[in-house]
């Protein structure tokens, strides 16, 4: 990301509290669990703790993409995050089947958000390389 852009810069401090909160109560929510084993609602209540960062981690990509004003930057990141949709799209079906026959198990489900953001940055890494070769902005 180029520097001194306003988007990107609160993109940037909404981000990062966001994403040590989702780590730090990650930890302390497994930590929990392990030596008080709750049930029932606690149990739910504790599990659904962690997701509440990354859920405004999804709010805080979507207002980049809104705020953002520089049409190459914001094209490009629509682009690669219709490439890391497709691509979870197409993992989660071929595993599917996969799963269906008995050739594998069942992943956990909260494993895809972060393999679509790992699609979604190297489809951007990918595009980088591809515009500076053809001579292009970064």
Known sequence: ????????????????????????????????????????LALAMLSILPTLPLLGVILVMGL????ERDEFIRNRLIVSMLWGTGILLAVATVWGFLENTGMVGHPPVY???PLWC???????GVLAIRDRMAGGDE
Do not use: S, W
């Open 1 to 40: 990301m180029r520097k001194g852009n306003p988007a990107q810069r609160r993109y940037i401090l909404r981000f990062m509290p966001l994403m040590t909160a989702y780590v730090l109560i990650l930890f302390a929510a497994n930590r929990y669990a392990d030596a008080h084993h709750p049930a029932g």
């Open 64 to 67: 980049y993409l809104v705020e």
């Open 111 to 113: 494993l895809a958000f």
């Open 118 to 124: 790992a699609a979604f940055g190297i489809v951007q």
